[in-house]
């Protein structure tokens, strides 16, 4: 069993109820309405047309910001690395200090959009590493703010899934361009075995998603405070397979059905919900990232509970991925690209996930019982990408449809206390 401590922070924070907010609010500011391209604030060489799995993009290279050269020498640091907080584990840090006998500054973050702003004008444009999500990577790119990578020094790019690799992959950076990935996961159901009647499971269920408009306990049922990850489930659940979907009929059905659930079973709204509750039995079910369950059920703290917590990612579902990135304006680039091809390390990714509990997209180190999740439901496969339904950057008019009808459902919904 893989024994994971809990990263102190979720790196996704809850979406704001009202308004434009993240990447879209970025997008707006450079959009016209109706367009279905997005480009820098100024001086954007090209629009980039808006990623999906159907219609990959190769984001734009910019003779103002070229690739470091392959036979550049390394420098001496310090690597500075921004990351979501408590993102590395520890002694795969130590690992990189010992072998490139250099020192790391790490900075954290908790929010995505403080972040890029730091990075575009604030005191860590001069770092080197940065985790993007993929609705900030367009914008990033058209401002010169990370880096081209040089394939040349990452040798270990062999060792990702191909679905991530070749020149029509992954559909967000077409050929690689700006990013490699460093962890995949699915957003699927945790429930507690023990308190749902197993005709409730959602393994039982001809569609899995019905099992939040079950016989679940009163005020037992929580869902993800996420417009996109909440709706999108919704959506899945009602039929609808385009969970980047601009028809407003959908976004209000969508709506609509979680407003039902949320009366019929009190469903909480929160961010801890699948790692603190479902494992402490605070819920018997919650909407759960794979990442979240496995360091839940695998921690020390909740070991005994592991037996009695059921996962299941409903093929087809929710996945997502993060993104490591080399920052334009760092002062090691050379060093900095040995960085990320130390991420994709077999080795240091699966051990990096054994702590974490977040996925590396890599091959799976030799079959040992060390990578044995607790619940082993909660690991990916290749082929799961395969049919898997991601959560595109949408157009802001498109975004605004969506936050109006999240926020129908938080005036109905309880919010899960701090």
């Not at 992954?170 to 990013?179: E, I, L, M, S, V």
């Amino acid at each position: 069993m893989v024994d994971i401590d809990r990263r102190e922070f979720l790196r996704r924070s809850a979406t704001a109820a009202a308004g434009l907010t993240g990447a879209a609010a970025f997008l707006a500011a450079c959009a016209d309405e109706g367009s279905s391209t997005f480009a820098a604030p100024s001086n954007a060489a090209n629009a980039i047309t808006l990623p999906r799995p159907d219609s990959p993009v190769s984001l734009p290279l910019f003779d103002d910001n070229p690739a470091v050269r392959s036979d550049a020498a390394i420098e001496a640091g310090p690597l500075k690395i921004y990351q979501w907080k408590s993102y590395l584990y520890d002694e795969i840090l130590d690992d990189f200090r010992s072998r490139f006998d250099v020192e790391l500054v790490v900075e954290d973050f908790t929010d995505m959009d403080e972040a890029v702003t730091e990075v575009r004008s604030g005191r860590m444009s001069e770092f080197d590493i940065f985790f993007p999500s993929i609705g900030y990577l367009g914008p990033m790119v058209q401002e010169r703010l990370v880096r081209p990578l040089n394939h040349d020094l990452l040798p270990n790019m062999k060792d990702l899934w191909s679905y991530f690799r070749g020149s029509d992959g992954p559909f967000y950076d077409a050929g690689q361009r700006y990013t490699v990935p460093y962890t995949v996961y699915g957003t699927g159901i945790a429930w507690r075995k023990d308190m749902l009647a197993r005709s409730d499971w959602p393994t039982s269920l001809d569609d899995p998603y019905d099992a939040f408009w079950r016989k679940v306990p009163q005020g037992k049922v929580g869902i993800y405070d996420d417009y996109r990850e909440a709706l999108s489930m919704a959506l899945l659940r009602n039929g609808v397979q385009d969970v980047n979907t601009a028809d407003p009929a959908a976004i209000d059905e969508a709506a609509s059905a979680l407003v039902e659930a949320a009366r019929k079973r009190d469903v909480m709204l929160g961010d801890d919900g699948a790692y603190e509750g479902i494992p402490s039995g605070e819920f018997a079910l919650h909407q759960s990232w794979s990442g979240d369950i496995l360091s839940a059920s695998s921690g020390e703290r909740f070991a005994d509970q592991a037996s009695d917590i059921g996962y299941l990612w409903p093929k087809g579902g929710v996945i997502g991925a993060d993104l490591t990135a080399v920052l334009a304006n760092g002062q090691n680039p050379v060093l900095a690209h040995a960085f990320v091809n130390f991420l994709m390390d077999c080795e240091v990714a699966w051990t990096n996930y054994s702590w974490n509990g977040y996925q590396p997209p890599v091959m799976m180190p030799a079959e040992d019982q060390k990578w044995t999740p607790a619940v082993p439901t909660v690991t990916l496969k290749e082929s799961d990408l395969d049919d898997a339904r991601w959560l595109c950057p949408l157009e802001p008019r498109v975004d605004a449809l969506w936050h109006s009808a999240w926020d129908r459902v938080r005036g109905v919904a309880e919010l899960e206390e701090d």
